[in-house]
């Protein structure tokens, strides 16, 4: 059972009036139904503002066996979370991955034995580190294999070399003559783009440091399930 909590005053629902400088929970809806979609009873929790002690009562009466959190991970004066799960005894065993996007994505336990899973604000961000990490997560949490199943695709056109830090880019895959798919990267992968990830048919990865990569040659993809 998975409960997501977002955070942020700057949020408001789907479906409702946004204000001055406010944005929509889409990245959490779609979370829910990802994690649905994964085989875990999901629940998305009334959001709560960058309040300390509000994101602790949220989690606190959580019934779940997982906590998500969506927001809140980012660096000083705004990282709340993590000092609010530390009122429960929150201990860190991942502070932050060295992937893009979502390099604030964090992982503990907290004192009563549920995990916590902190993932980033900006939803496209949100939505690839879900596939990344919770999705293998709920795997293992159900008993089945929790690693990434990853598949040879060629490039459709040439990639850039990468920085320091991998980059899972999200692709669209056309069929091959060869038996390999084709994938084309996305010219803008923008972490707050929620419709290049929903037109997205695979996450390419790219080494931290990777070379300059020629059209054609064999890259690594996780192949995004789609109805």
Same mark, same amino acid.
């Given at each position: 059972?998975?409960?997501? %909590?977002?955070?942020?005053?700057?949020?408001?629902?789907?479906?409702?009036?946004?204000?001055?400088? $406010?944005?929509?929970?889409?990245?959490?809806?779609? %979370?829910?139904?990802?994690?649905?979609?994964?085989?875990?009873?999901? $629940?998305?929790?009334?959001?709560?503002?960058?309040?300390?002690?509000?994101?602790?009562?949220?989690?606190?009466?959580?019934?779940?066996?997982?906590?998500?959190?969506? /927001? /809140?991970?980012?660096?000083? +004066?705004?990282? %709340?979370?993590?000092?609010?799960?530390?009122?429960?005894?929150?201990?860190?065993?991942?502070?932050?991955?060295?992937?893009?996007?979502?390099?604030?994505?964090?992982?503990?336990?907290?004192? +009563?034995?549920?995990?916590?899973?902190? %993932?980033?604000?900006?939803?496209?961000?949100?939505?690839?580190?879900?596939?990344?990490?919770?999705?293998?997560?709920?795997?293992?949490?159900? /008993?089945?294999?929790?690693?990434?199943?990853?598949? $040879?695709?060629?490039?459709?056109?040439?990639?850039?070399?990468? /920085?320091?830090?991998?980059?899972?880019?999200?692709?669209?895959?056309?069929?091959?003559?060869?038996?390999?798919?084709?994938?084309?990267?996305?010219?803008? $992968?923008?972490?707050?783009?929620?419709?290049?990830?929903?037109?997205?048919?695979?996450?390419?990865?790219?080494?931290?440091?990777?070379?300059?990569?020629?059209?054609?040659?064999?890259?690594?993809?996780?192949?995004?399930?789609?109805?």
């Amino acid at each position: 059972r998975v409960a997501f %909590l977002s955070t942020g005053e700057e949020i408001v629902d789907p479906g409702e009036a946004a204000g001055p400088y $406010q944005i929509y929970d889409a990245g959490t809806a779609a %979370l829910v139904a990802l994690a649905a979609g994964w085989g875990a009873p999901a $629940q998305r929790l009334r959001p709560v503002g960058d309040d300390v002690a509000a994101t602790a009562a949220a989690v606190r009466a959580a019934d779940c066996d997982l906590i998500v959190t969506v /927001g /809140g991970a980012s660096v000083g +004066d705004h990282d %709340l979370v993590k000092p609010a799960l530390a009122q429960l005894g929150l201990e860190l065993a991942v502070e932050n991955v060295n992937v893009r996007p979502g390099k604030p994505t964090w992982f503990g336990r907290l004192a +009563d034995g549920r995990r916590v899973l902190g %993932l980033p604000g900006n939803p496209a961000s949100a939505l690839v580190c879900a596939e990344l990490f919770l999705h293998p997560l709920l795997g293992a949490m159900q /008993g089945a294999d929790a690693l990434l199943a990853l598949t $040879q695709v060629r490039a459709a056109a040439p990639f850039p070399a990468n /920085g320091p830090r991998e980059h899972w880019m999200r692709a669209r895959l056309t069929s091959g003559r060869d038996g390999f798919f084709l994938a084309e990267a996305f010219a803008d $992968q923008d972490s707050s783009l929620v419709s290049v990830f929903a037109s997205a048919d695979a996450l390419v990865r790219r080494p931290s440091g990777a070379p300059p990569l020629a059209e054609g040659a064999l890259i690594e993809a996780l192949v995004l399930g789609r109805a």
